[in-house]
């Protein structure tokens, strides 16, 4: 089987998995070798499916921005995902169970940008202009994988082991929140079950952001006015469950909640 027909395949599958929710083996076993740029590719090819199928592409999210985290699966650099509009959702909602699988929760700063960032070595100060304001957001990340069995290339595959994502009801700029030193505190039930710094997401978010913006701009699929940039993890992601109220506060961007309501309940709502 060419390397091609092996993007394919695991591409299938990946999807497959989505529509049944029904999780698959891990995509590295798919591969003699699979390496990050097919790892990238399959992802790609999702994409392209969910961009031909209607769906609209609004930003990036990164993960892989703890240094511990990259320890345990033995890598040196964060990854990246496609956002679309049909994932994101306001503070305060409940979320729709019947599209995850196996959802877990991570509070982080959003950044939306009011310019493009087109070049593959855009510095710091021209993250910094671009960026319009910064929101606190939470990011249910969920995994076709089963039993969250990942490596780099299986959560790279599956777009970054994204799900859906919620934005908080408080913009501010850049220049009103220093984002390195901000506080977060998420509770799941009332219960605090993650706390940590801006400092924990590659010592500063602005930093994993400017990796995001370069790294997609020398893939060819640059960030453009609009986009929403999830920056990624604050503290540890925790696990929820049918029912579970998650509720994040970060110091200087205010809080954001949801909800993730018993499915055989939401479906009866129907």
């Given at each position: 089987?060419?390397?091609?027909?092996?993007?394919?395949e695991?591409?299938?599958r990946?999807?497959?998995?989505?529509?049944?929710?029904?999780?698959?083996t891990?995509?590295?076993?798919?591969?003699?070798?699979?390496?990050?740029?097919?790892?990238?590719?399959?992802?790609?090819?999702?994409?392209?499916?969910g961009?031909?199928?209607?769906?609209?592409?609004?930003?990036?999210?990164?993960?892989l921005?703890?240094?511990?985290?990259?320890?345990?699966?033995?890598?040196?650099?964060?990854?990246?995902?496609?956002?679309?509009?049909?994932?994101?959702?306001?503070?305060?909602?409940?979320?729709?169970?019947?599209?995850?699988i196996?959802?877990?929760?991570?509070?982080?700063?959003?950044?939306?940008?009011g310019?493009?960032?087109?070049?593959?070595?855009?510095?710091?100060?021209?993250?910094?202009?671009?960026?319009?304001?910064?929101?606190?957001?939470?990011e249910?990340?969920?995994?076709?994988?089963?039993?969250?069995?990942?490596?780099?290339?299986?959560?790279?595959?599956?777009?970054?082991?994204?799900?859906?994502?919620?934005i908080?009801?408080m913009?501010?700029?850049l220049?009103?929140?220093?984002?390195?030193?901000?506080?977060?505190?998420?509770?799941?039930?009332?219960?605090?079950?993650?706390?940590?710094?801006?400092?924990a997401?590659?010592?500063?978010p602005?930093?994993?952001a400017?990796?995001?913006?370069?790294?997609?701009?020398?893939?060819?699929?640059?960030?453009?006015?609009?986009?929403?940039?999830?920056?990624?993890?604050?503290?540890?992601?925790?696990p929820?469950?049918?029912?579970?109220?998650?509720?994040?506060?970060?110091?200087?961007?205010?809080?954001?909640?949801?909800?993730?309501?018993?499915?055989?309940?939401?479906?009866?709502?129907?």
């Amino acid at each position: 089987m060419t390397d091609q027909a092996r993007v394919s395949e695991a591409a299938a599958r990946l999807l497959e998995a989505e529509l049944t929710r029904r999780a698959t083996t891990p995509i590295r076993d798919d591969f003699d070798a699979l390496d990050l740029d097919s790892a990238y590719a399959v992802q790609q090819s999702i994409t392209d499916y969910g961009v031909a199928a209607g769906r609209r592409l609004i930003g990036r999210k990164i993960g892989l921005t703890n240094p511990v985290v990259q320890e345990q699966l033995g890598v040196n650099q964060p990854d990246f995902g496609a956002l679309f509009a049909d994932m994101a959702f306001p503070s305060g909602v409940d979320l729709p169970a019947n599209r995850l699988i196996q959802p877990r929760a991570e509070a982080e700063i959003a950044l939306v940008l009011g310019s493009d960032l087109a070049r593959p070595d855009s510095t710091i100060v021209d993250l910094i202009s671009a960026t319009d304001y910064a929101v606190a957001a939470l990011e249910i990340v969920d995994s076709r994988i089963e039993n969250w069995d990942i490596r780099i290339t299986d959560t790279i595959a599956d777009n970054g082991s994204s799900g859906v994502f919620v934005i908080g009801n408080m913009p501010v700029p850049l220049s009103a929140v220093d984002v390195r030193a901000v506080e977060m505190s998420m509770s799941v039930n009332g219960e605090v079950v993650s706390e940590g710094t801006g400092a924990a997401c590659l010592h500063n978010p602005l930093n994993a952001a400017l990796w995001l913006v370069n790294e997609v701009a020398r893939r060819g699929i640059p960030m453009a006015a609009g986009d929403i940039v999830l920056t990624g993890a604050l503290g540890p992601m925790h696990p929820l469950l049918p029912g579970d109220h998650v509720r994040a506060t970060i110091t200087g961007l205010g809080t954001v909640s949801c909800r993730l309501p018993d499915r055989s309940t939401e479906g009866a709502k129907k």
